[in-house]
């Protein structure tokens, strides 16, 4: 279903800062935002060093921390009152318990002050039950796409925990994945059940969470996670743009990793549950699926761009989608949360606009959002 854009206009200021960069139309001039090419200062590496509360009767619970998000700090400390050669620990001079915390806590900081305070720009201090999401990220290209899936890459896919390209040819540059598949919109479903097998055999233990999206979607991944925090991802379950049925597809959908198990052992890898040119349906295999709605009832994942979605929707253009869609749509900007999540039909030139509207323009005087406890 085509969308016509009409014409956009924006300003955005050059990485210099002094200048600024205008387009228009649907052939705009992008500013190199390579991130070798920012200034030095601006890209110059945050060191964090993390320091784990633990205690000898949890030593197995941290070494998942270890295993999991700890591997992203640049040094990791394992703080107990005894040695495990294993994570490894500090084993400091206290006591156990609720009633000691705070002489622990001291002393932790105070090892860390005489050892460490020079290594790190940053100290984060959490406990070995402290989560943090992770999210798999991976998007359906093809060959004569692979340079506007390099724009994906070069804005919101940088902070996703591990980004890959499907395609039917491999790419270096990208990379890709070189999935044995026809391209094509009536081999999209077969694309897509390849993509899901080959995350199933090679990373489902890598992450907690699975996002599928196009080459021209474009992503928040710090509200995917707010959403994401309260959800178990051992349950099978999964959001998106929900459609009576489906997810759409191209404002991304993203499975739990027990989800992904089951769409993969009952489903894909069974060819009488999900044969080769048939839909993915997850609910036949008992995948819930999820309301990304917030508090207010306002969409997260979004069918268009946020042009189209942020005014009176054409209805002779797009009676499909008040057909389709399984909550009511409200117009206009009471249509998106703020914490919306994902926009689809973005354009490179667009993605390199939002890019800068949401992490880069603050309006002075303004605070930023409340958050509200439930996600």
Not at 50 to 79: S, Y
Not at 251 to 277: K, Q
Not at 295 to 313: A, K, M, S, V, Y
């Amino acid at each position: 279903m085509g969308v016509e854009q009409e014409p956009f206009r924006i300003v955005i200021p050059h990485e210099s800062g002094t200048h600024a960069v205008a387009y228009m139309g649907s052939q705009p001039v992008l500013p190199n935002w390579d991130a070798e090419k920012l200034p030095t200062e601006r890209m110059r590496k945050v060191r964090v060093l993390c320091w784990i509360m633990t205690m000898p009767g949890n030593h197995e619970k941290a070494m998942h921390v270890k295993k999991t998000w700890g591997k992203r700090c640049d040094q990791l400390i394992f703080m107990s009152s005894r040695h495990d050669p294993l994570l490894p620990t500090v084993a400091l001079d206290v006591k156990e318990g609720r009633d000691h915390l705070s002489d622990k806590s001291h002393a932790a900081w105070k090892y860390v002050y005489q050892h460490h305070l020079n290594d790190s720009d940053w100290f984060l201090k959490a406990d070995d039950d402290t989560y943090v999401v992770r999210v798999l990220c991976w998007i359906m290209t093809m060959p004569g796409n692979h340079e506007k899936a390099m724009h994906v890459k070069k804005t919101w896919g940088k902070r996703c925990d591990q980004l890959i390209f499907m395609s039917s040819r491999h790419d270096p540059l990208l990379p890709t994945v070189a999935l044995d598949v026809k391209e094509g919109r009536d081999h999209l479903s077969d694309k897509s059940h390849a993509a899901w097998k080959y995350v199933y055999q090679h990373h489902l233990n890598d992450s907690d969470w699975f996002l599928k999206a196009d080459d021209d979607t474009y992503v928040v991944m710090e509200n995917l996670r707010y959403m994401l925090h309260k959800h178990d991802p051992l349950k099978p379950v999964y959001f998106g743009c929900r459609f009576h049925g489906f997810m759409s597809g191209g404002a991304g959908y993203v499975l739990s990793r027990e989800a992904v198990n089951r769409l993969a052992e009952e489903a894909l890898l069974n060819p009488r549950t999900c044969p080769l040119g048939k839909d993915e349906d997850v609910s036949i295999v008992g995948v819930e699926a999820g309301d990304s709605r917030d508090e207010f009832g306002r969409w997260r994942f979004f069918p268009f761009d946020p042009e189209t979605q942020l005014n009176p929707i054409v209805e002779h253009r797009f009676n499909w989608l008040f057909r389709f869609t399984h909550y009511n749509y409200t117009e206009g900007p009471e249509c998106c949360s703020d914490t919306a999540i994902a926009f689809h039909y973005v354009s490179p030139n667009l993605m390199h606009a939002m890019e800068y509207l949401v992490y880069h323009l603050h309006p002075y005087g303004v605070c930023s959002i409340n958050q509200a406890d439930d996600a």
